[in-house]
């Protein structure tokens, strides 16, 4: 548990001290932004502002935030040899993922909280679903943990940042985009299925219309622990090799 | 404080360290001398909790390497062979991070304490990336000491800094030693002999010699060697001349003199300067020829015990 503390402690403050995690900020407040003021202005003479437009938003612009945020993690103490070191303090291997894990988790959670500012604008113009935002924001709360998982896992298995964005990437593209291939099967329980395995099949139907459903909250809750148990396996190996 | 009985690692089909034992007494500096790919590292690697050995035991400050792993892993400090760093956090960050990880509480006096030994005091708002090579060396033991460990085990702590760095290290690997068990691994053989009470030489995985340094020089040199250089005389001659000498065993022409290889355990230096002054040839040089580590390995491995 104290281990767990320190590493996460750590975890923030590298967040905080580094510039890439303040861009990445700006960029998040910035497009969020942008994205929020168009549904206000379209929807102003058709229909009531969505409160969930952010957090949709965000599960598609997670597959490529979520990376950034987790690829230096594990690859750069492998490649600085920070990972030997870590390996013989009296912490288990893991305290470390987790408290890796939960510094971002906790980071990407203050760029959530951030964007907060926009409900505050409905709530002071309009007479906003207040239901309907807490639970899209909780559904996007839980996705960017997965995420960020799914980030950690690939940053434990290479000593290069950028590859492990690249990988990372990649593989929440396909779970996010996995649904299409449910389209195209003609066997409508297959396609049932494959969309329960998506990041999205859990998302849009439910959290983004104000439905918090505990299979859901099951899928991300066991997507994490599923990664990061993979993860801490991973960085175990480490004790083995040559 | 360190109890090795037939530690074993073998990485596949490769046997990286091949049954070795020994022990080290509190407050004893030993050092593990061995040329690279002899297993120091995975030796020191086992010991501190980094890999499971394959077989053997191992016990540090009084716990076994393997079923109280974190135990040992508190009572260790360790600095590997590339000094590890974050290079966005600053030295006082840096070193107080590893004393909270290895469980040091109200750790603040004990870390500015270390910044002054190490003599860092200046730099203890910069950030690492900015500090020299030397620097981060002394960053590193200062990590491997901040939480008072009963052990502390350094790989090859003097590999790639300048000359004046390295006599700092080596002092203060010395000052550790009063306090602390220290297990230090080198491929240089006068460091060995300068820093510690005790050496253990590896080869190939297994220890092939080990004793205080002094009595170490004496075993692996059993058969000293000069270099003489001869005027006033032809090549021919002076090869008659020297090999009249008691106590030569062979001499092979080398450049412009010869190498004498003598027989073990006599200095001859005398008896060879009196027979070439009174033959009416002048002596040049003579000097004894220094083995390298390559040498004794070759001597040791190749000679049946």
């Known amino acids: 548990m104290r281990g767990t503390w320190i590493i996460f402690r750590r975890e923030i403050g590298q967040y905080l001290v580094s510039p890439v995690a303040y861009l990445i900020a700006a960029a998040f407040l910035f497009l969020t932004g942008f994205l929020f003021n168009n549904d206000l202005v379209t929807s102003v003479t058709v229909r009531a502002a969505s409160p969930a437009v952010v ?23 492998r490649r600085e040899g920070t990972l030997e070191l870590l390996l013989t303090a009296p912490v288990r291997d893991s305290d470390i993922v987790v408290g890796k894990f939960l510094g971002a988790w906790f980071y990407y959670s203050l ?27 909780i559904g996007i709360w839980l996705y960017g943990g997965a995420t960020l998982a799914v ?48 990041l999205q099949g859990h998302f849009v139907s439910s959290f983004a219309y104000g439905l918090v459903r505990a299979e859901d909250v099951a899928y991300y809750a066991g997507l994490i622990v599923i990664m990061l148990h993979i993860t801490m396996r991973v960085v175990e190996s480490h004790r083995w090799r040559a | 404080m360190i109890e090795v009985s037939n530690l074993t690692k073998v990485f596949g089909t490769h046997l990286a360290v091949d049954s070795i034992s020994f022990e080290a007494r509190p407050g004893e500096v030993v050092g593990i001398l061995g040329p690279n790919g002899a297993g120091k590292t995975t030796t020191m690697r086992m010991l501190t909790g ?3 050995p394959t077989s053997g035991e191992a016990k540090v400050a009084g716990f076994d390497i393997f079923r109280d792993s974190l135990e040992v892993r508190r009572h260790v400090g ?10 966005d956090m600053t030295v006082y960050g840096y070193i107080k991070f590893w004393a909270e990880l290895r469980g040091m509480r109200r750790a603040r006096r004990r870390v500015e304490e270390v910044i002054e030994q190490v003599g860092l005091q200046d730099r203890r708002r910069s950030l ?16 491997a000491i901040v939480h008072n460990p009963d052990v502390i085990i350094l790989d090859e702590p003097t590999i790639g800094i ?21 297990l230090f691994s080198t491929h240089i053989l006068s460091e060995a002999e300068q820093v510690c009470d005790r050496v253990l030489i590896i080869h190939q995985g297994r220890i092939v010699a080990e004793g205080a340094p002094a009595n170490l020089r004496s075993k692996l040199q059993p058969h000293p060697r000069l270099y003489v250089v001869i005027g006033g005389t032809t090549p021919e001659n002076a090869l008659q001349l020297l090999r009249q000498i008691d106590g030569v065993e062979s001499v092979i022409p080398q450049g412009e003199g010869f190498i004498l290889q003598t027989q073990t355990g006599q200095d001859i230096r005398a008896a060879v300067s009196a027979h070439v002054t009174h033959s009416g040839c002048q002596l040049l040089e003579l000097r004894p020829v220094a083995m390298t580590l390559e040498d004794i390995f070759l001597d040791i491995v190749g000679r049946p015990h």
């Open chain 2, 50 to 52: 980094f890999m499971p």
């Open chain 1, 151 to 198: 980030g950690l896992f690939f940053s434990a298995i290479t000593e290069n940042q950028i590859v492990a964005a690249f990988l990372s990437t990649a593989a929440l593209l396909v779970l996010y985009l996995g649904g299409l291939a449910g389209q195209i099967v003609a066997n409508v329980e297959l396609a049932r299925v494959i969309n329960q395995l998506t």
């Open chain 2, 162 to 182: 300048d000359p004046q760095q390295v006599i700092e290290v080596r002092e203060s690997v010395r000052a550790l030693g009063e306090n602390h068990t220290v």
């Open chain 1, 111 to 137: 760029l959530l909280a951030l964007t907060l500012v926009y409900q505050v604008i409905l709530v002071a113009i309009t007479q906003p679903d207040l239901g309907h935002a807490i639970s899209a924001y």
């Open chain 1, 55 to 77: 957090p949709a938003f965000l599960s598609f612009a997670l597959v490529f935030f979520a990376p950034v945020l987790t690829m230096r993690m594990l690859a750069e103490e």
């Open chain 2, 128 to 143: 690492i990336r900015n500090l020299s090579k030397g620097m981060r060396q002394r960053l590193g033991l200062a990590q």
């Open chain 2, 78 to 87: 360790y600095l590997p062979e590339t000094v590890p760093v974050y290079p």
